[in-house]
């Protein structure tokens, strides 16, 4: 079975919809640990009342031997970011290449980095939504594998935005691990493959 570490740094309600996700059997993955730079992140609670070992670290300080042990200890072949407000360093990004997932809040490659729902609302943007990719050294950067949208209204603020992002990202993350783990997606110079073929543009996931 594919082992996962998990990385968190607030909520952890995406760490929330995958554990439940592998409980229903849609992901076939174990999540080996779940690791935060934050000590008080509500995440970590979900993570120990589902038995999941829970580390914290420190990112003032290298950290790649603490991840690389944890890897080569529980044989992880996949690292999930679920809203870990960290940049990871490039000695991480370059090591685990390829194995590395992330949610971004945004239709990406609009709206990089922080507080997407704002500047959506700034931008007067129609349409904002959600995309999982592959995580390389640039921010929010690496390929995308597949994307949700949600239509902006005229009375949306950042917390309705955010709770209409969110939904999408519940159905998005587990799809984009199902095929990571099922082998059907794949990073190779870069880019996306999705069984073999390069993805010219992201999937786009229709609710
Ligand atoms: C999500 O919106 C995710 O896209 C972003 O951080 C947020 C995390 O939310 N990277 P949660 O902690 O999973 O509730």
């Not at 944890?70 to 290449?97: C, N, Q, W």
């Not at 390829?98 to 990089?112: A, D, E, T, V």
């Not at 980095?113 to 921010?139: M, P, Q, R, Y």
């Amino acid at each position: 079975m594919t082992k996962s570490i998990i990385f968190i740094s607030g909520n952890g309600s995406n760490l929330k919809n995958i554990i439940n996700k592998i409980n229903s059997g849609f992901i076939n993955m174990e999540i080996v640990a779940v690791v935060s730079n934050n000590s008080m992140a509500k995440g970590l609670e979900i993570a120990r009342t589902n038995n999941i070992d829970t580390i914290v670290i420190d990112t003032e300080k290298p950290y790649l031997a603490i991840i690389k042990d944890l890897v080569k200890k529980h044989e992880v072949s996949l690292l999930i970011l679920a809203g870990y407000m960290k940049i990871l360093p490039e000695y991480i990004t370059d090591e685990f290449r390829g194995k590395i997932l992330n949610i971004h809040p945004s239709l990406l490659p609009k709206h990089k980095g922080l507080n997407t729902h704002k500047k959506v609302l700034e931008s007067n943007d129609s349409s904002h939504g959600a995309s999982v990719h592959f995580v390389n050294s640039e921010l929010d950067g690496g390929a995308v594998i597949i994307q949700g949208q949600v239509n902006v209204k005229r009375d949306d603020t950042e917390e309705t935005l955010k709770e209409k992002v969110h939904k999408i990202e519940y159905e998005i993350y587990p799809i984009a691990i199902k095929w990571f783990i099922e082998k059907h997606i794949e990073l190779k110079n870069d880019k996306c493959l999705f069984d073999g073929e390069v993805l010219e543009c992201p999937i786009e996931h229709i609710l």
